[in-house]
């Protein structure tokens, strides 16, 4: 990685540098350690070139929650770069640096690269180490790259990945051999009926989608029509359960070890309440909220405990049609970026955007963005692959596929 030039979503620790998860809960604070995936890219000599803009706490699908304002699409300044990873999703499109890293919850690396036209990876979970990655919702959270071609993606993952002593969740076996893109036979294609009939796709993006299958078909691949009824199930399950971990993994940032602190507090009560309010913004106190009313005692069985069920159906799901076929494919994104402040006054509609994206996390499936062209105003869209659980391997050869057939 010797002059590679990376950029880092501000929730990655990177000692003696600040970190703030583009929150004012955070101002000042410096990072006391380096996460295990930065330590892995700075031993093979990799340059950070500095922080990207997020959502707070990777909180948001359109990068407008941060704390230092929106960043805007390339394409379009009047539109969103998708989010929580936005800032470093344009990092690369703007070609401010060769590569960057986001981290992807619900779909926040792989949305903010198909509004963006790159390619953007959520690796198994697991995959990459969370040590030092400041955590939102610490069953779903991974690490991942954005870069401008296939062979850049592999790479990265590769050098951040294998077993580490500080994270019990991350996958115990040595690192990911390094690829070389392979020529793929005919391969099976689940293809979501739900998804790709569902009202909210924008037109073009069906059209584009649709073309897609039509050539892959005529090079004598399968394409199998799947019938996913969870898909409207999906958002809700992802919420209740991130929620419910956001109040918990947030409950540190309280005023009185590190960060922000109130200057109107007088005593514990007031530091706690007062540090809070004034420190976090309205996207994370709606989140924290929400997820304390689900955990709270009288509606953890009606609300969390649910949640639980259906990710685990949403799960065995997910591994049934995969066993039948290679991978899934689907539309990153329902329509392509939005314009600014379009949704950020309706939470449910914006929470919608991870429509097509929470299903590899809440399932815990590797999955890739992969750029698939542009609408008739210009605006990038994005084709999204997912394969089995520690299949990234096949994964990029199947990308590498669809990238010739796009071309």
């Not at 929650?65 to 990873?85: I, L, Q």
């Not at 590569?99 to 198909?114: E, K, M, N, V, Y």
């Not at 958002?235 to 602190?261: C, D, H, I, K």
């Amino acid at each position: 990685m010797a002059g590679a030039v990376i950029a880092l979503k501000d929730n990655m620790s990177f000692k003696g540098h600040k970190v703030s998860a583009s929150s004012k809960i955070l101002e000042g604070f410096e990072a006391l350690y380096t996460a295990t995936a930065l330590e892995r890219l700075e031993a093979e000599d990799a340059i950070f070139i500095g922080r990207t803009n997020c959502d707070e706490f990777a909180m948001g699908a359109s990068n407008e929650n941060s704390a230092y304002g929106a960043v805007k699409n390339p394409f379009d300044e009047s539109r969103v770069p998708g989010g929580s990873s936005g800032g470093s999703a344009v990092a690369v499109a703007a070609n401010m640096c060769h590569c960057s890293l986001g981290s992807d919850t619900g779909g926040s690396i792989r949305q903010p690269a198909a509004f963006n036209g790159i390619y953007g990876l959520k690796p198994t979970y697991g995959r990459i180490s969370r040590w030092g990655l400041l955590a939102y919702a610490s069953s779903f959270d991974q690490i991942g790259p954005f870069a401008h071609s296939l062979e850049d993606i592999a790479l990265l993952t590769q050098i951040m990945s294998g077993k580490d002593a500080h994270d019990a969740t991350a996958i115990q076996e040595p690192s990911l051999n390094s690829w070389e893109s392979s020529s793929k036979e005919k391969q099976r294609f689940a293809v979501m009926k739900q998804a790709v009939e569902h009202p909210g796709l924008d037109e073009e993006v069906r059209a584009s989608f649709n073309a897609l299958l039509s050539k892959l078909e005529s090079q004598g691949h399968i394409i199998e029509w799947v019938d996913f009824p969870l898909l409207d199930q999906m958002v809700p399950a992802y919420y209740v359960l991130t929620t419910a971990e956001a109040s918990s993994n947030l409950s540190r940032y309280s005023g009185m070890m590190y960060g922000y602190r109130s200057n109107n507090a007088s005593d514990l009560e007031s530091t706690y309440t007062l540090s809070r309010t004034e420190g976090f913004g309205p996207e994370v106190k709606r989140r924290i909220m929400l997820g304390t009313f689900v955990l709270s005692s009288d509606q953890y069985d009606a609300y969390y405990e649910q949640a639980l069920k259906v990710r685990r159906v949403i799960q065995n799901q997910t591994d049934e049609i995969l066993s039948r076929n290679d991978a899934m494919l689907l539309p990153t994104t329902s329509t392509p970026a939005f314009k600014l402040g379009e949704k950020s006054k309706d939470p449910v509609s914006m929470y919608l955007a991870d429509l097509f994206t929470v299903q590899a996390n809440l399932a815990g499936n590797p999955a890739i963005s992969i750029p698939a062209g542009f609408t008739q105003g210009g605006l990038p869209i994005g084709v999204q692959l997912m394969t089995p659980r520690k299949s990234e391997i096949d994964l990029y050869d199947l990308s590498k596929l669809i990238e010739r057939t796009l071309s």
